[in-house]
């Protein structure tokens, strides 16, 4: 079988020009085979995966964790997906502490949540600042009980074509230090009872290269991995009562500012509400990690695991029609400037 190359350089015509055969590259044999021996084990582990829930379902039966009348502390409340996760919570009978930097929108979330009979109480705060969240965690434990739930949603999402100082310090402050701060405040009472739970929002980008998004992933690797360690920690530990878990959304639906930044061949832009559910079920059944779609973990473990390393480059070219970046003047525009400038450098803002 002869591979040939057709020339178009004057548009297509009529009869093919047969011109020197193409040789049949070694890359492509091996992703061909690579691709076959995915697609088998893809096929076994499903079968094995589906059969062998059906079977522990079958003989356990196990029950969700029922939340009402736990203290559930969610960053990022006044907008977005933590005003999701606030309201979720809330129609379970949870008792909500919406934190968030933004007192307006806080207070609103925890107004609507009062509208539907649920309880929540709003607190602003700068998550960055280490001493903040000392006394926050103080102030909720005294006020509502000991926190049950950690969600650590509150982030700085931003695409950015320059390695500024401003906005690495904001993303990482942020993404990474805020969260690590609440788990570091919560986790004393939860060790003492043996129970909680702490939720990671992290990201597909933790997963797979995202170029524009290289700082905004470096801090959700960051945070999973810390996530995966203090889980680890715990189990050493024998604290079997406190669980971790890590999500990883795709590109969701949060703010059209964000969403129209990417110009995408192939949808896999997720709702906020998807999220949520499988955040929920994340909760109620003691999930370690989530990835949101679900079916994208498996072409994960083909792209980071079995194919080489040019292949994520290639998926982008095909996902991605292009990335359209703000400039500077539209970033002033950006539900996310305020956050960095407030982030950047607390020190500035609050000296400790």
């Given at each position: 079988m002869e591979f040939v190359i057709e020339g178009w350089e004057n548009g297509p015509t009529a009869k093919r020009d047969l011109q020197k055969p193409a040789k049949l590259k070694k890359d492509h044999i091996l992703f061909t085979a690579f691709g076959m021996v995915y697609f088998f084990?893809?096929?076994?582990?499903?079968?094995?995966?589906?059969?062998?829930?059906?079977?522990?379902?079958?003989?356990?039966r196990p029950e969700p964790k029922s939340l009402k009348g736990r203290v559930c502390l969610v960053t990022g409340a006044g907008r977005g997906l933590g005003r999701e996760f606030c309201l979720a919570l809330a129609r379970e009978g949870a008792v909500i502490a919406c934190v968030d930097i933004n007192e307006p929108n806080n207070k609103?979330?925890?107004?609507?949540?009062?509208?539907?009979?649920?309880?929540?109480?709003?607190?602003?705060?700068?998550?960055?600042?280490?001493?903040d969240v000392e006394e926050l965690v103080s102030r909720i434990e005294k006020e509502l009980g000991p926190v049950y739930l950690l969600i650590n949603n509150a982030a700085v999402v931003c695409?950015?074509?320059?390695i500024e100082e401003e906005f690495v310090r904001a993303l990482f402050n942020v993404n990474l230090f805020g969260p690590i701060w609440l788990m570091n405040a919560v986790l004393p009472t939860m060790k003492l009872r043996n129970e909680g739970h702490i939720v990671n929002i992290s990201s597909i980008s933790s997963k797979m290269v995202f170029a524009p998004l290289s700082i905004y992933g470096s801090t959700k690797i960051s945070l999973a991995y810390f996530g995966n360690c203090v889980r680890a920690e715990l189990q050493l530990a024998n604290k079997n009562g406190i669980?971790?878990?890590?999500?990883?959304?795709?590109?969701?639906n949060s703010s059209e500012d964000y969403v129209r930044c990417l110009d995408m061949k192939i949808n896999v832009v997720v709702e906020m509400e998807d999220v949520v559910r499988a955040t929920m079920d994340a909760i109620h059944y003691n999930y370690e990690e989530v990835i949101v779609p679900s079916y994208i973990k498996?072409?994960?473990?083909?792209?980071?695991?079995?194919?080489?390393?040019?292949?994520?480059?290639?998926l982008m070219r095909l996902m991605f029609q292009k990335w359209t970046l703000p400039n500077d003047k539209q970033k002033e525009c950006l539900p996310w400037t305020d956050l960095v400038k407030k982030c950047s450098f607390p020190e500035k803002i609050k000296e400790r």
């Open positions: 084990c893809f096929i076994v582990w499903e079968l094995a995966a589906g059969f062998g829930s059906f079977l522990w379902r079958l003989v356990f609103a979330t925890a107004a609507i949540i009062k509208e539907m009979g649920g309880k929540a109480v709003p607190y602003t705060v700068n998550v960055v600042i280490k001493k695409p950015n074509s320059t669980f971790v878990s890590n999500v990883h959304p795709s590109v969701m498996y072409f994960l473990i083909l792209i980071t695991e079995i194919m080489p390393s040019w292949t994520n480059t290639k």
